[in-house]
Nanobody
Framework: QVQLVESGGGLVQTGDSLRLSCAAS????????TGWFRQAPGKDREFVAA????????VYGDFVKGRFTISRDNAENSLFLQMNSLKPEDTAVYYC????????????????????WGQGTQVTVSS
């Protein structure tokens, strides 16, 4: 089991950048596929990005279009999301997630396939 705690959210202006962090504790973090989701008020939880345990593979949500970069540091039990060129529509609570069914074991874009979640960090982008 792994516990996840996000940080780094805040209020920024359109075009600004933010770097979200997720600190993991528990056993064998390096063996987990990890990712980010977001949820805006009144909307479903949306897939942002995922990264394999080795960091050799990544996948992004269609809306990202090169603006976000996911990375991880297994030695530090940490996951990151660098967000550039932020837009008001990026406003949401961002959640860190982890699962240990493997990179190709399930549809990573579906939140139901992720077993572990952080509490979320709010990102607000003003126009």
């Amino acid at each position: 089991q792994v516990q996840l705690v996000e940080s780094g959210g805040g209020l920024v202006q359109t075009g600004d950048s933010l770097r979200l962090s997720c600190a993991a504790s528990g056993r064998a973090f390096s063996r987990y596929t990890t990712g980010w989701f977001r949820q805006a008020p009144g909307k479903d939880r949306e897939f942002v990005a995922a990264i394999s345990w080795s960091a050799h593979a990544t996948v992004y949500g269609d809306f990202v279009k090169g603006r976000f970069t996911i990375s991880r540091d297994n030695a530090e039990n940490s996951l990151f999301l660098q967000m550039n060129s932020l837009k008001p529509e990026d406003t949401a609570v961002y959640y860190c997630a982890a699962q240990n069914t493997g990179w190709g074991g399930s549809d990573l874009r579906n939140a139901i396939n992720w077993a572990y979640w952080g509490q979320g960090t709010q990102v607000t982008v003003s126009s």
